[in-house]
């Protein structure tokens, strides 16, 4: 168990909707990470924030957001959604204390669009 | 930009036998090297990683050199496992740029 949690674990949707995803960094870490795990991209890092603030972006579509909360809890918005959007969603967390930066990886939400 | 190459797979072993999965990078920058695993259904935890060039990372029986003359960190293990099997990705990430870039991912399968 690394201690990051996601809900929900699997969403079904349509076409055109928009769904939440949940991520809970473990204790005490301030950085969280989104990436996209699909078969035809492999895992691909979307967006990173770093205590409330956004601080990297890499492959994130524009119907795609996210935002972390004051608590450290993160959220990453999925709108018009369309089937290519069908993947596994990581979140992943660390503290960014100095050193090489590990990363924590929570279970994943696996999102199918249909 | 950075990027990963791991050898394609699956990898088919029986048990004990020898494991080795290369993985080789690109970076623009002094990157730290890593190794995750995916068991099936599961998300991914860190197996090993090294920071700088000649660390060996090792953990569970696997290791890894960082050689940066051949910018490589080839995953090694003695004798394999069934409960092995699972999906072996190598990442780095450079300092600045924290996110991780990742290989594509090596499926191992250990027959009993």
């Known amino acids: 168990d690394s201690g990051v949690t996601q809900t929900p674990k699997h969403l079904i949707t349509a076409t055109g909707q928009r769904v939440t995803l949940r991520c809970s960094p473990r204790?005490?870490?301030?950085?969280v990470y989104w990436y996209q795990q699909s078969l035809d991209q492999g895992l691909q890092f979307l967006i990173q924030y770093y205590n409330g603030e956004e601080r990297a972006k890499g492959n994130i579509l524009e119907r795609f957001s996210a935002q972390q909360f004051p608590d450290l809890h993160s959220e990453l918005n999925l709108s018009s959604l369309e089937l290519g959007d069908s993947a596994l969603y990581f979140c992943?967390?660390?503290?960014?204390?100095?050193?090489?930066?590990?990363?924590?990886f929570g279970p994943g939400t696996r999102l199918t669009v249909l | 930009g950075d990027s990963v190459t791991q050898m394609e797979g699956p990898v088919t072993l029986s048990e004990e036998a020898f494991l080795t999965i290369n993985c080789t990078y690109t970076?623009?920058?002094?990157?730290?090297l890593f190794w995750y695993v995916q068991y099936p259904g599961e998300g991914l935890q860190l197996l090993l990683k090294a920071t700088k060039a000649d660390d060996k990372g090792s953990n569970k029986g696997f290791e890894a050199t960082y050689r940066k003359e051949t910018t490589s960190f080839h995953l090694e293990k003695g004798s394999v496992q069934v409960s092995d099997s699972a999906v072996y990705f190598c990442?780095?990430?450079?300092?600045?740029?924290?996110?991780?870039?990742f290989g594509s991912g090596t499926r191992l399968q250990v027959q009993p």
């Open positions: 204790s005490g870490d301030l950085s």
């Open positions: 992943a967390s660390s503290d960014q204390a100095g050193g090489p930066d590990t990363q924590y």
């Open positions: 970076a623009t920058g002094y990157p730290s």
């Open positions: 990442a780095l990430s450079v300092a600045g740029r924290r996110a991780l870039t």
